[in-house]
């Protein structure tokens, strides 16, 4: 054999080694991408457990303890349940601006309607549920029957439950000594229970109602979405629209329920709320749309809807909650809070974009 022939068979074997190893290293990389996009979850639950494990090696037991843990999910729950709601809407490849109005309104409902008509508070509760699931019905029939853009609709309800909040309310707050004394079923929410205290009632991990609420719901909603008719028609319609229709899905329907059931969550929501500060507030709850949507995009469910698991959802939250914990204990500036999460944010949406190539 010559030089030539042995050179020539030297390049052929190196250029078929190379594209094995390409070849494997895209498989290894499609496999990642496949595993990312059955599971959405699995991403924000690498950070949540990563950034908990940082924060436990900084801090130590400070940031370990049982208190220090069941904290997160005191100042995490009023967010997640709203966060819920703007799952189902972003599911549908949709969004609300509007959540947090319509979270206000509802706990000021509630409160107005008791103190200001003589309502028994239970009443009270059963009215603003009903007007978060109006509100909710109002977004979902301008969206779906009206064909209204959900960003131009919820902004424009925005604006007017913010605004009828205002004006119905007359500004005022109704104290939390009020309520304690004569209606505290408002504060149910806000009640705590201890696990694992000492015999004094010290220490141990400290619960809400709340927060049991909380949890609660994300599990029933994860059932939900994934286990029931509905569940798949709120992700067929996220993913495509027209050919969800074609297999027989009412959209519009599926679309005024997403909405209505967002409604009624964020008034649950409301009265959490109430538990939560103590008191009804009309000033409260000013940015539970914002931090809505940075625990859902963080949490893994694609704004591009038809993709997500609302137990990403769950993480996300959370994960804001550590960082701001976790941060507030090493005492670092607020800043980095901020700084922190706004990465996340786009290091989130770039994940869900490459992640969404493996169907392209």
């Given at each position: 054999?010559?030089?030539?022939d042995?050179?020539?068979?030297?390049?052929?074997?190196?250029?078929?080694?190379?594209?094995?190893?390409?070849?494997?290293?895209?498989?290894?990389?499609?496999?990642?991408?496949?595993?990312?996009?059955v599971?959405?979850?699995?991403?924000?639950?690498?950070v949540?457990?990563?950034?908990?494990?940082v924060f436990?090696l900084?801090l130590?037991?400070?940031?370990?303890?049982?208190?220090a843990?069941?904290?997160?999910?005191?100042?995490?729950?009023?967010?997640?349940?709203?966060?819920v709601?703007q799952?189902?809407?972003?599911?549908?490849?949709?969004i609300?601006?509007s959540?947090?109005?319509?979270?206000?309104?509802?706990?000021?409902?509630?409160?107005?309607?008791?103190?200001?008509?003589?309502?028994?508070?239970?009443?009270?509760i059963?009215?603003g549920?009903?007007?978060?699931?109006?509100?909710?019905?109002?977004?979902?029939?301008?969206?779906?029957?009206l064909?209204?853009?959900p960003?131009?609709?919820t902004?424009?309800?925005?604006?007017?439950v913010?605004?009828?909040?205002?004006l119905y309310?007359?500004?005022?707050?109704?104290?939390?000594q009020?309520i304690?004394?004569?209606?505290?079923?408002?504060?149910?929410?806000?009640?705590?229970?201890?696990i694992g205290?000492?015999?004094?009632?010290?220490?141990?991990?400290?619960?809400?109602?709340?927060?049991?609420?909380?949890?609660?719901l994300?599990?029933i909603?994860?059932?939900v979405?994934?286990h029931?008719?509905w569940?798949?028609?709120?992700y067929?319609?996220?993913?495509?629209p027209?050919?969800?229709?074609?297999?027989?899905?009412?959209?519009r329907?599926?679309?005024?329920?997403?909405y209505?059931?967002?409604?009624i969550i964020?008034?649950?929501?409301?009265?959490?709320?109430?538990?939560?500060i103590?008191?009804?507030?009309?000033?409260s709850?000013?940015?539970a749309?914002?931090?809505?949507?940075?625990?859902?995009v963080?949490?893994?469910?694609?704004?591009?809807?038809?993709?997500?698991?609302i137990?990403g959802?769950?993480?996300?939250?959370?994960?804001?909650?550590?960082?701001?914990?976790?941060l507030r204990?090493?005492?670092?500036d607020?800043?980095?809070?901020?700084?922190?999460?706004?990465?996340?944010?786009?290091?989130?949406?770039?994940?869900?974009?490459?992640?969404?190539?493996?169907s392209?």
């Open positions: 054999m010559s030089s030539q042995n050179y020539e068979s030297a390049v052929d074997g190196a250029s078929t080694r190379v594209a094995e190893f390409d070849s494997q290293r895209r498989g290894a990389v499609h496999s990642v991408q496949h595993a990312l996009h599971t959405p979850a699995l991403v924000p639950l690498i949540l457990i990563s950034a908990t494990i436990a900084l130590g037991d400070r940031f370990l303890s049982p208190f843990l069941t904290l997160i999910l005191q100042q995490v729950q009023i967010v997640g349940i709203v966060a709601a799952s189902l809407v972003i599911l549908t490849a949709g609300d601006l959540v947090g109005a319509i979270m206000v309104l509802s706990s000021v409902v509630m409160g107005q309607f008791t103190f200001r008509y003589g309502l028994p508070p239970e009443l009270s059963i009215l549920l009903a007007c978060g699931t109006l509100m909710g019905f109002i977004n979902g029939f301008l969206v779906a029957v064909k209204l853009p960003f131009i609709v902004l424009g309800m925005w604006q007017i913010l605004a009828t909040n205002f309310s007359a500004n005022e707050t109704i104290r939390s009020d304690e004394a004569e209606a505290p079923i408002l504060q149910f929410f806000g009640s705590t229970f201890r205290a000492d015999e004094a009632g010290r220490g141990g991990a400290v619960f809400t109602y709340g927060v049991i609420f909380m949890l609660i994300f599990v909603m994860a059932y979405l994934k029931t008719a569940g798949r028609h709120v067929a319609v996220g993913d495509d027209e050919a969800a229709a074609l297999s027989g899905v009412n959209v329907g599926t679309i005024i329920s997403v209505m059931l967002a409604g964020c008034a649950f929501a409301g009265w959490a709320l109430i538990g939560r103590g008191s009804v507030s009309p000033t709850g000013q940015f749309n914002i931090e809505s949507i940075t625990a859902v963080i949490g893994g469910i694609s704004l591009f809807g038809g993709r997500g698991s137990l959802t769950l993480f996300g939250a959370l994960i804001v909650g550590v960082f701001t914990l976790g204990l090493a005492g670092a607020a800043q980095w809070t901020y700084l922190l999460i706004g990465v996340l944010i786009i290091a989130a949406v770039a994940v869900d974009q490459w992640i969404r190539k493996v392209a």
